[in-house]
Structures are given as C-alpha cells and as structure tokens.
C-alpha cells in the first residue's frame, strides 16, 4: 500500500523560513508533488521531484530523498498571502497518472 | 481559456436523491479524475479516465459513478446520496502524455447531503 505522512499544522512568522517535510511509503515511486490550497479554493501545482535533489523556483524550493522516502517543501522570505494548506502527493509506477496526497500541512504566517 | 469549470458551486440534497456533478475542461486534457476533500482525511481519489471512453475505480468509489463520453466531460453521479457524501468534490486533469505532467484542478463543488 500507501502512505505519506506531513505535519497537521506549522505556525511561522513574516520573513522567515520555513520547511514542511513529507514522508512517504509506495511500492515504485515515480514522482512527488506539492501543491498549495489556499482556504475555499482549488489546489495549485508547486513542484515536482522525481529524481533526488533540490528544484527551486523562487521562494519555494522542493527536496527528495528517494533512498528515505523523504521531501521537504522550503518556504523563503515568507508572506502572509503564503498561509495556506500545503499538500505532499506521490505517484506510483502502474497506476498512469493517479496521486495519492497527504492530508496537508496548514500554514500559518504570523506578522 | 477557462481550464477546468464545475457546477453546481455548491448544492444542498436530501438523503435518497440522486445528483450528477460537472466537469468540463477545455484544455483536451486525456486524463480527468475526481476526488472528495474532508476534513483530516485530505483528498481521496474516486474515479479516474486515462482517455474518452473508459474509466476507472479509485480509492473511495462506492455510491459514485462516471461516465467519459468525449474528452472534454466527466460528470460524477450519485445515485442515492447519503450524508455521509456530505464533502467538497474536485476535479482535476491531465494531459497524459508523459509521467511528469500535472494535475489541475477545477474550483470544487460544495455538496451537502441532508
């Protein structure tokens, strides 16, 4: 089977950094996704890793281990628009196009 | 470009009806799925279509159905909600044309079942 574990919730302040970690168990892991889902709203695409390393797109970086079944989304110079749920996926090998996601970190900023 | 619509936005049921949310994307997506959203429970995966034509059993499908007559629509069914039914549904597509293409998704329908 499946699992991905992320934290319920993580509070942190204007300007600062923060890491939401993710960890998973599949059998043939073929990509993870983190996606950010402000409140009332559609889930929106932030990244994705297949292979092990850091991919950064401004702010937001993203990390994969696929030896520990370990990623962590990296939040830079944080906003308050940036509190939100963050939602760690993963898609397996025969199973096309099908995510499985994590319940979602909450996010909040504080000035 | 509209990309993924859904309607109703939101719906009020009583118990035993039966009710078909819409889906409809313009993007010529060939994957289409839908998912509940609850509380603790994040999103769960009900039925896919990897193309028109057919579909798929995901995660939590019993009490929905699907249908995948062309490429643009994916309505989902519930034949006799329950309130246990009671979540937000999205759904989302894909291109599907390689494993690394993404999911979108649409703005969700609030369903409440009385």
């Known amino acids: ?13 204007e300007g600062a ?3 939401i970690n993710c960890t998973y168990q599949t059998s043939g892991f073929n990509g993870l996704f983190w ?28 990390f994969l281990s696929r030896s520990k079944g370990y990623s962590y ?3 830079k110079e944080l906003q308050m628009k940036d509190s939100a749920s963050y939602l760690c996926a993963v898609r397996s090998e025969n199973q096309g196009g099908k995510l499985i996601f994590g319940q979602g970190t909450e996010l909040s900023v504080k000035p | ?25 313009d993007m010529r997506h060939n994957a289409m799925y839908w998912y509940r959203q609850d ?20 995660e939590v499908p019993d009490g929905y159905s699907v249908s995948r007559a062309n490429t643009d629509d994916f309505p989902l069914t519930l034949a006799s909600a329950v309130p246990s039914q ?23 329908t609030r369903l409440t079942v009385l």
């Open chain 1, 1 to 13: 089977g499946q699992n991905i574990d992320q934290p319920t919730e993580m509070t942190a302040t």
């Open chain 1, 17 to 19: 950094i923060v890491q």
């Open chain 2, 86 to 108: 009671t979540s937000v549904y999205f759904c989302a597509s894909r291109e599907g044309q390689s494993d690394t293409d993404t999911q979108y998704f649409g703005p969700g």
């Open chain 2, 39 to 58: 509380l603790g429970l994040g999103l769960r995966l009900i039925h896919y279509s990897n193309t028109a034509g057919t579909t798929g059993k995901g």
């Open chain 1, 35 to 62: 996606y950010q889902q402000h409140a009332g709203e559609a889930p929106t695409f932030l990244s994705y890793n297949v292979l092990d390393g850091l991919e950064e797109k401004g702010r937001f970086s993203s």
């Open chain 2, 1 to 25: 470009i509209a990309g993924i619509t859904q309607a109703p936005t939101s719906q009020i049921l009583a118990a035993g009806r039966r009710m078909t949310l819409r889906c409809t994307q």
């Open chain 1, 73 to 75: 989304l990296l939040l």
